[in-house]
């Protein structure tokens, strides 16, 4: 069983920069991918970013290329995401997840393992 917690949400300004983290514990393993998903009231959860801990492959969304990126550090069994540039469109629960594949999809029911979700507000 795998274990995801998430961390780091919180109420920012339009512009403003924040970093949620993920800590992964149980068994998960190196060749797992990692996903970021969002779900805003009223709209379906949507992919946010994706990357392997094997080769460090990363996949994002059109909407946040270039102002999101996914870090992780193996040694922590922990993820990132590093957001930038955060938009009220950004505003959402924020999830994170993990895929017993090698396989970067975007698509949230090929994800495996799931952490509560932390808020992330945007104010403009």
């Known amino acids: 069983q795998v274990q995801l917690v998430e961390s780091g949400g919180g109420l920012v300004q339009a512009g403003d920069s924040l970093k949620l983290s993920c800590a992964a514990s149980g068994r998960i393993f190196s060749w797992y991918v990692m996903g970021w998903f969002r779900q805003a009231p009223g709209k379906e959860r949507e992919f946010v970013a994706a990357?392997?801990?094997?080769?460090?492959?990363?996949y994002y969304a059109d909407s946040v290329k270039g102002r999101f990126t996914i870090p992780g550090d193996n040694a922590k069994n922990t993820v990132y995401l590093q957001m930038n540039s955060l938009k009220p469109d950004d505003a959402a629960v924020y999830y994170c997840?993990?895929?017993?594949?090698?396989?970067?999809?975007?698509?949230?029911?090929?994800?495996?393992?799931w952490g509560q979700g932390t808020q992330v507000t945007v104010s403009s």
């Open positions: 997840a993990a895929a017993r594949t090698r396989v970067l999809y975007s698509d949230y029911a090929r994800y495996d393992y």
């Open positions: 990357m392997s801990w094997s080769g460090g492959s990363t």
